[in-house]
């Protein structure tokens, strides 16, 4: 069930409501993908169901908040704010500003959007983090083989969030549009360390 246009523009207002939103989303997609495999598990891995849904509910949330920010500059240029609107108010960010100059703006507009955008993938990273801790990652535990390509799912985002903050958390960076040339190597060698 989808939507409808003002429940969605009342979602964009407050992070909090994001993540529910993005939990009847991306987060429910990847519940679905573990539903998928969920059949071929051998029976040691039954009870630890629930933690893979827990530490993939993270992930969707982590994946749906990097992929607003990846959209950002895309749907500034058609008048729409992905950034809710309690993160742009707190940094001092005029919408419509950043509707009209998008990166470029003036004075300290563009500090505040930066700061603003670091807020957001902070809150995406962090995510990825507790993800990882539920999992054990954190402390040297490895991700079932069984279960690990729906945990690949992070590895985008994680890519992301890396280049993102290579750039000083400037969402209109030319570089940040284009795909990460190093993104099949990272996603095997996250398969192969069964991390992510």
């Not at 629930?50 to 993939?56: D, E, G, I």
């Not at 004075?107 to 995510?127: M, P």
């Not at 729906?150 to 795909?179: C, G, I, N, W």
Request: zero cysteines; charged letters at 20%.
């Amino acid at each position: 069930m989808g939507l409808t246009k003002g429940e969605a523009a009342i979602a964009l207002t407050r992070l909090e409501s994001l993540h529910s939103t993005l939990s009847s989303t991306s987060t429910a997609l990847l519940h679905l993908q573990l539903s998928l495999l969920t059949p071929s598990l051998p029976p040691s891995l039954e009870p630890h169901l629930p933690l893979f849904k827990s530490a993939l509910s993270h992930i969707g949330l982590s994946t749906g908040l990097a992929t607003l920010l990846r959209a950002l500059p895309s749907n500034a240029s058609k008048r729409r704010m992905v950034l809710p609107a309690d993160l742009t108010a707190a940094h001092g960010v005029v919408q419509e500003e950043v509707f009209r100059f998008g990166g470029d703006l003036p004075g300290e507009g563009k500090e505040g959007l930066r700061n603003a955008v670091w807020e957001f993938a902070t809150e995406a990273n962090d995510q990825l983090i507790a993800a990882r801790g539920e999992m054990g990652i954190l402390k040297g535990e490895r991700v079932p083989r069984e279960v690990m390509p729906v945990f690949l799912a992070a590895v985008p985002t994680q890519s992301y969030l890396s280049r993102l903050e290579s750039v000083d958390f400037d969402a209109f960076d030319p570089s940040l549009q284009v795909r990460h040339w190093r993104l099949a190597w990272d996603t095997w060698r996250t398969w192969r360390r069964r991390d992510f």
